[in-house]
């Protein structure tokens, strides 16, 4: 059975050709929404997993997606490790459906044994999140006014 190393969520991440490395972009530990349900154009389910030599190349596996103890979505899916010890693997979701709050779970499974899960919060607000901009041009205590130009 393989073995999780790295499992995330995130709105987007990659995995770079020529060194190997795997990056992620915005990760969901949190979601505060105004309103439920809430769809998320893009989501990232994103893991490294390991195996023994003698194990097999290819493994059957499912992302579950569950709250509040309902499973809301159960993907299967094959991962293929193409001869190598370890496998990174990014799975896309288009329009992901929230539809209430609290604690999320998404379990990664082998058969029906879970290889782990990542746990994230979604939170309903009663107004949207306000950010401060400082205007590019302002001057701050340890910087001196921009000069006028002429």
């Known amino acids: 059975m393989p073995k999780l190393v790295l499992l995330f969520c995130a709105q987007s991440a990659s995995i770079d050709v020529s060194t190997g490395r795997l990056s992620a972009f915005n990760l969901v530990d949190r979601l505060n929404v105004v309103s439920l349900p809430v769809v998320l154009p893009e989501l990232v389910v994103g893991f490294l997993l390991r195996k023994d030599k003698d194990e097999p190349n290819t493994f059957n596996l499912r992302i579950l997606f569950k709250s509040n103890g309902n499973v809301f979505n159960d993907m299967p899916f094959v991962v293929d490790f193409a001869g190598d010890s370890a496998c990174k693997t990014l799975v896309g979701i288009q329009n992901a459906i929230l539809p209430a709050p609290g604690e999320w779970e998404v379990i990664l499974k082998h058969n029906d044994a879970s290889l782990g899960s990542y746990v994230f919060d979604v939170s309903k607000v009663n107004v949207p999140p ?18 006028p130009r002429s």
């Open 130 to 147: 306000t950010v401060a901009n400082t205007p590019s041009n302002s001057a701050t205590p340890d910087a001196p006014a921009p000069s």
